[in-house]
């Protein structure tokens, strides 16, 4: 499942686990608000009040059917005049009627009299009628006894009964409102979810995106495609963005460096062997040549002088070769720095001193000593002003000393033809010059004593002169550490950007 599913997915569980307990609050906080609509209290009054109404009518019930039974067994059945014996009288309102066929009898002044049938007594309360009455069949005859109920209890009952009716109206509403309250609370909550997940949408889709292209790339890096990763957006993810790419590049750095420092190891093995091939020979030759003009007697001028002229070529060529043994030995070797207060105008001094007017020396900012291998620098920066100086002829030759910040720049240019854009890098490679003579080893010596030194050189464009412009940059705080290259002798080493050892 992808990220941006599983984040919505949390977030709406993480809304949705509190709805429980906090319905069952709310729920508890509405009933007891609403109990005041309909107390329980109230209920259970009502409720007494009409089971005591009801125990009541029974009762009277209850005395109807005896007083009823004392009728049948007291007097004679109609038409049948009765006999008063003082053992039954009828109640105040109480009416006695017996159906003898389909005769009805009502009895009436200590005698029967025909009748027509009792009207049917309207009922209210629940089946609580306006007069009670008593039935009962004996010998074929149906007796029927009725008595009224009391005024005062029909209005209590009435009462009761409408107030009971209000409570259960009530009861209702209360239970629609509590269950209206509950689902609007249910909605709002689940709505507001639903917003939480809309937002959520919109916020973090566009970020696990931007995360899944980042992850996109990182997998194409690890298969050893160039990319790069967008810097899209704001925020942490372009942030990881920016670093990741800054990681990549200087991965990409460590790699050239590893590269270079491979080539340099390769290129300084065959300056070695180069020196040591050549070096050899070389006194031999020269002892050779000389021992033959020596020994000669010069009896032949002519030969004399032929023999004279190839001694000086020989000796000429030989001492051009020790001095490309010289730089292979040079290149080839790389001891170690010998670090030392100095100060940069002296070391300017000395090359303005030794080139005079052909060179123009400016030096910017503070006269501090700082902390350098003053003769390895001082040889790097002879090594450009002398190709400076080559390549302007009768041109100009500038060396500016620079302070920005942590860093001092000597800043070396011409106003010659300046170096083919196509060269770029490679021109600090070795064996590659522009220049008729030479081997090329001059500007990666250069570049090495700027390494080592915690430092860089860069070619540009002189705007000010329109030749080449070499910026060797090395800290004024000094040399922060250095490792060996592979393949150097005496331990030296390459420095990497920021004074990381590669």
């Known amino acids: 499942m992808k990220l941006r599913w599983r984040l919505i997915i949390a977030l709406a569980i993480a809304g949705i686990l509190p709805l429980i307990p906090m319905m069952l609050v709310v729920r508890s906080a509405v009933e007891l608000s609403a109990s ?60 006695l009627y017996v159906k003898s066929s389909s005769t009805w009898y009502r009895y009436a002044g200590g005698g029967w009299a025909v009748s027509t049938p009792p009207a049917p007594k309207e009922e209210e309360f629940g089946g609580i009628p306006q007069a009670l009455g008593a039935d009962s069949t004996v010998a074929g005859l149906s007796w029927h006894l009725f008595h009224p109920i009391p005024e005062e209890i029909r209005t209590q009952a009435l009462a009761l009964q409408r107030a009971r009716s209000q409570w259960t109206l009530r009861s209702y509403e209360r239970d629609r409102l509590l269950m209206s309250l509950v689902l609007t609370y249910l909605l709002a909550h689940l709505a507001i979810v639903g917003l939480a997940v809309g937002a959520a949408l919109i916020v973090i889709v566009p970020v696990t995106r931007r995360i899944e292209r980042l992850a996109d790339v990182m997998d194409a890096v690890g298969e050893g495609r160039d990319l790069r990763a967008r810097e899209e957006g704001g925020g942490e993810v372009r942030r990881l963005a920016s670093t990741f790419n800054l990681m990549i590049d200087r991965l990409e750095q460590s790699r050239k460096r ?22 050899n020979p070389l006194t031999p030759i020269q ?49 170690q720095l010998e670090i030392a207060a100095a100060a940069p105008k002296e070391i300017v001094d000395e090359l303005s001193a030794l080139y005079k007017e052909r060179l123009d020396c400016v030096i910017e900012g503070s006269n501090a000593e700082i902390p350098v291998d003053r003769e390895k620098l001082k040889r790097a920066l002879l090594n450009l002003v002398e ?114 050892s590669v």
Not at 38 to 60: H, Q
């Open 387 to 500: 190709n400076a100086c080559q390549a302007a002829g009768d041109g100009q030759v500038r060396l500016t000393v620079r302070e920005a910040g942590d860093v001092l720049r000597f800043i070396v240019e011409d106003s010659g033809p300046g170096v083919p854009a196509e060269l770029g890098d490679a021109i600090f490679e070795p064996y590659q010059t522009t220049k008729s003579s030479g081997i090329g080893l001059g500007l990666p010596v250069v570049r090495n004593v700027a390494r080592r030194h915690g430092g860089e050189i860069r070619m540009e464009t002189s705007e000010a002169l329109g030749g080449a412009k070499f910026i060797l940059e090395i800290p004024s705080t000094g040399v922060v550490a250095h490792t060996a290259e592979p393949g150097a002798e005496g331990g030296g080493g390459l420095l990497a950007d920021g004074g990381e």
């Open 287 to 335: 002892l050779s040549v000389q021992q033959i003009s020596d020994s000669y007697d010069g009896s032949d001028e002519q030969f004399s002088e032929l023999l004279r002229t190839t001694r000086e070529v020989v000796d000429e060529e030989v001492e051009s070769l020790r001095k490309l043994v010289r730089e292979f030995s040079d290149f080839a070797r790389e001891p």
């Open 36 to 95: 005041s609509l309909a107390p329980a209290e109230v209920a259970g009054a009502l409720d007494s009040g009409v089971f005591l109404t009801r125990s009541l009518l029974a009762e009277i019930r209850d005395e109807m059917n005896r007083h009823l039974d004392r009728a049948i067994q007291t007097l004679p059945p109609p038409p049948s005049k009765p006999v008063r014996t003082g053992r039954f009288e009828l109640h105040d309102g109480e009416s």
């Open 258 to 279: 590893a590269s270079e420092m491979e080539r340099m190891a390769g290129w300084r093995e065959l300056a070695r062997v180069l020196a040591h091939e050549i070096k």
